[in-house]
């Protein structure tokens, strides 16, 4: 991964490039962003810049060094992670013990610290100590949602590097470029907070099953003919996804959020992308207040699946509730 490929957080990246063009590397940086951000992406870029033998302000992908970091097994790049719930006094421990010997390249050895601010008091104070004085060359970087959770005297010695929400057309273009369907991302990236959850998401097969049971029930309720009671019934309630039926009024919201900005000629903001033509058509069923009412049914009915209602009856109450708007 280098700085080029890394799209968005522009903030991010000048700050690291441009300490690397002056060659003035703190001994610590915290990248602090909401989770999804791309800071582990930003840390391996940074790394692999810092390790390339070419130089510069981003890697070159192809020397040694780079390739050692891009196939994980760099031994001068380590990576903690939280043991359970929390990172443990042992695993600072265990860098401390290997961070004692110089790296043999003379270059910085370099760690990082993922979900930084679930150090126990221990471990933060432990590594508090190496922060100020480590036995050999080093470069921290402490990943973390929230960086102002971290001890403040940890805070002091670091270099804070900003993390900002990546934008949902941001997002569907990371994950276009990584080759995930458009139409399921352009859904996903809508209902999912951050990268790494976009991609579980579009990853699961009853999202697919889920957004297709919303399309044929968003068309018989924008009045193609059938009845949206009977396709509950044949398609929904029978199958495995009324696990699912958050997930499914979620989407109904997005697809009915289509309609209005249909309505209003919006069409660059249309989710359901693939369905273009048909919400073009029929966007003017209803009028925008009606549209705006059934995007709060929709919610309304997440409401009532989180209080415990029957899950059946809460699709059966939502069906009749928005096709009774007419
Ligand atoms: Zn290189």
């Known amino acids: 991964m280098s700085f ?26 915290i990248f602090s962003g909401p989770p999804g951000s791309g800071q582990m992406e930003m840390a391996m870029a940074f790394v692999q810049a810092l390790f390339c033998t070419r130089g510069g302000d981003d890697a070159c992908g192809e020397c040694l060094e780079c390739r050692k970091v891009l196939h994980g097994n760099h031994p001068d790049l380590f990576t903690i992670k939280p043991d359970g719930a929390t990172i443990k006094i042992e695993q600072i421990r265990d860098l401390q013990r290997i961070f004692s010997y110089r790296s043999e390249s003379g270059n910085p050895k370099a760690y990082i610290i993922d979900e930084a601010e679930k150090m126990t008091v221990q471990a933060a104070n432990s590594l508090l100590k190496f922060l100020e ?138 989710v359901f992308i693939d369905e273009l033509q048909f919400i073009n058509q029929h966007c003017t069923s209803r009028s925008a207040e009606q549209w705006i009412e059934a995007m709060a049914l929709a919610a309304e009915s997440k409401k009532k699946l989180r209080q415990h209602m029957n899950a059946n009856l809460c699709v059966e ?3 009749i509730a928005v096709d009774g708007q007419r």
């Not at 903030?11 to 001994?27: D, M």
């Not at 060359?137 to 929230?146: E, Q």
């Not at 804070?160 to 997002?171: A, G, I, K, Q, R």
């Not at 273009?173 to 976009?198: D, K, M, Y």
């Open 4 to 29: 080029q490929e890394i799209i968005g957080q522009e903030t991010a990246k000048q700050l690291l490039q441009s300490s690397l063009r002056r060659q003035e590397i703190s001994h610590a940086y």
């Open 133 to 270: 004085e480590p036995p050999s060359p080093a470069v921290a970087i402490l990943l973390s949602d929230n960086g102002r959770a971290l001890l403040p005297t940890i805070q002091s010695r670091a270099q804070w590097v900003p993390f900002s929400p990546v934008n949902p057309e941001t997002m569907l273009q990371i994950l276009a470029n990584e080759g995930f369907s458009t139409t399921l991302a352009r859904s996903a990236v809508h209902l999912a907070a951050g990268l790494g959850p976009c991609r579980d998401l579009i990853q699961q097969n009853w999202f697919a099953e889920v957004r297709n049971v919303v399309l044929q029930l968003g068309k018989e309720i924008a009045g193609r003919g059938g009845s949206p009671l009977i396709t509950a019934q044949q398609v929904l309630f029978k199958s495995g996804l009324t696990d699912h039926l958050d997930m499914l009024f979620s989407l109904f919201h997005l697809w009915f959020k289509d309609m209005i900005h249909a309505l209003y000629h919006k069409h660059d903001q249309i």
């Open 317 to 319: 109450q939502f069906l």
